[in-house]
């Protein structure tokens, strides 16, 4: 399905070095963000205290938010769990308050509030162990992704398609955590699974353009190696449009209208959508060219049949 047909190729690969020069300042940039201001963890990986409440009738959740604040917790996440009427509420730790007072204190909180008083279901306190050892599953869930990613590359296409996939698809991984080191937005288990989810999306887009690459160097043969990668780039816009486009007007949905649930995840995956188009079709496919891809390496020298000893 096309949206549009580009008759003539754009020339892309004219400008690599222009692209990449300006990823690679992107790039630092997010590294040294990173470094100077580090991530802004959420409860789950520093540790705090979960609080469940339910509710004879659904509660209006931003003056709950307002409270917390009121009372010291101004990074209180408070949020819809399993229906409107239950709530679940992440609690940072605070030196000033013992743990075992933090159910009390929320439940003042929430009677003062006003409307239906609220029901005390559950309460966990989630230390700084835990938390490492979810920031330590979650970095070797990342690992092992780009290894997986890295090993279906080289099988399926070339190694030199692999490494240009990775430092593309790492790229965007990078900036996302730029982003979040910058802006100081609050990064959780929901951010980190939009950081994992872009990583095969990014994916999936390197792959439609190395599979019209191969397509075009069999199909091809009097174009030069950088002609077959603006060919191959062009005639994917179409699809790339579309596919991109309808994701990102469910992101920007979620975004607008998920509430601050789902507000940091969307904002994860809008900003990976983003550069995993640039990074896919303007960083990935010069990397191709110059790490020396060509029509050699997708085409088997046929083998000259030996004539019969008579």
């Given at each position: 399905m096309e949206f549009f047909r580009i008759k003539k190729d754009i020339p892309f690969m004219r400008h690599a070095l222009v692209f990449n020069v300006i990823s690679l300042l992107t790039f630092a940039l997010a590294v040294f963000f990173l470094l100077t201001r580090g991530l802004h963890l959420s409860v789950e990986f520093t540790g705090g205290t979960l609080v469940e409440v339910s509710y004879a009738q659904a509660p209006q959740l931003e003056p709950i938010r307002e409270a917390?604040?009121?009372?010291?917790?101004?990074?209180?996440?408070?949020?819809?769990?399993?229906?409107?009427?239950?709530?679940?509420?992440?609690?940072?730790?605070?030196?000033?308050?013992?743990?075992?007072?933090?159910?009390?204190?929320?439940?003042?909180t929430l009677q003062q509030v006003g409307g239906p008083a609220p029901e005390l279901r559950r309460v966990e306190f989630v230390g700084p162990q835990v938390g490492k050892e979810l920031a330590a599953d979650g970095s070797m869930?990342?690992?092992l992704v780009i290894v997986?990613?890295?090993?279906?590359?080289?099988?399926?296409?070339?190694?030199?398609?692999?490494?240009?996939?990775?430092?593309?698809?790492?790229?965007?991984?990078?900036?996302?955590?730029?982003f979040f080191a910058f802006f100081q937005w609050e990064f959780s288990l929901p951010v980190l699974a939009a950081v994992l989810a872009v990583l095969g999306y990014s994916v999936n887009e390197s792959v439609v353009v190395f599979d019209r690459v191969r397509e075009t160097f069999k199909k091809k043969r009097n174009m030069t190696?950088?002609?077959?990668?603006?060919?191959?780039?062009?005639?994917?816009?179409?699809?790339?449009?579309?596919?991109?486009?309808?994701?990102?007007?469910m992101v920007l949905s979620m975004l607008v209208f998920g509430g601050e649930t789902l507000y940091y995840f969307s904002l994860a995956l809008t900003i990976g959508i983003c550069f995993g188009i640039y990074s896919s079709v303007l960083v990935a496919s010069p990397l191709v060219m110059w790490l020396g891809v060509s029509r050699e390496q997708f085409i088997?020298?046929?083998k000259e049949k030996e004539e019969a000893v008579v």
């Open positions: 917390l604040a009121g009372s010291g917790y101004p990074d209180a996440q408070v949020q819809n769990f399993g229906s409107a009427r239950d709530l679940l509420i992440r609690l940072p730790n605070r030196e000033d308050l013992d743990t075992s007072r933090v159910s009390e204190t929320v439940m003042n869930a990342l690992l997986g990613i890295m090993i279906y590359l080289a099988l399926r296409f070339e190694w030199r398609f692999a490494v240009s996939a990775i430092i593309a698809n790492l790229h965007d991984v990078i900036i996302i955590l730029g190696t950088p002609q077959v990668l603006d060919h191959a780039i062009t005639s994917t816009i179409s699809r790339t449009v579309i596919t991109h486009g309808s994701t990102q007007v088997k020298p046929k």
